[in-house]
């Protein structure tokens, strides 16, 4: 069983910042790629960046250039910086992960989701 924790979420102002991590925990042995997603209400959800165990990034469109995804492999954590953060951002926000437990296959796994409210 592997369980994902979100955290660092909240009600920030227009311009401001905030730093979400996700901390993957159970029975790991390996995992593949790390992301987060959001769903706004009324809205799909939709993803906002990924990265692989090597540390390579994409991004939406609608967040390039201000938010950044990292990872630490050590601590299976993977964190989301979110800067110049606009009223359209707010959306609870979803951690997502592809991990080996053990035998094949990789499988899929989410956070709970933490919600981000960017208004003045």
């Known amino acids: 069983q592997v369980q994902l924790v979100e955290s660092g979420g909240g009600l920030v102002q227009p311009g401001r910042s905030l730093r979400l991590s996700c901390t993957a925990s159970?029975?790991?042995?390996?995992?593949?790629?790390m992301a987060w997603h959001r769903q706004a209400p009324g809205k799909q959800r939709e993803l906002v960046a990924d990265i692989s165990s090597g540390g390579h990034a994409n991004y939406a469109d609608s967040v390039k250039g201000r938010f950044t995804i990292s990872r630490d492999n050590a601590k299976n954590t993977v964190y989301l910086q979110l800067n110049s953060l606009k009223p359209e951002d707010t959306a609870v926000y979803y951690c997502?992960?592809?991990?080996?437990?053990?035998?094949?296959?990789?499988?899929?796994?989410w956070g709970q989701g933490t919600q981000v409210t960017v208004s003045s």
């Open positions: 997502y992960a592809h991990v080996l437990t053990g035998t094949l296959p990789y499988r899929n796994y």
């Open positions: 159970g029975t790991i042995f390996s995992v593949n790629v």
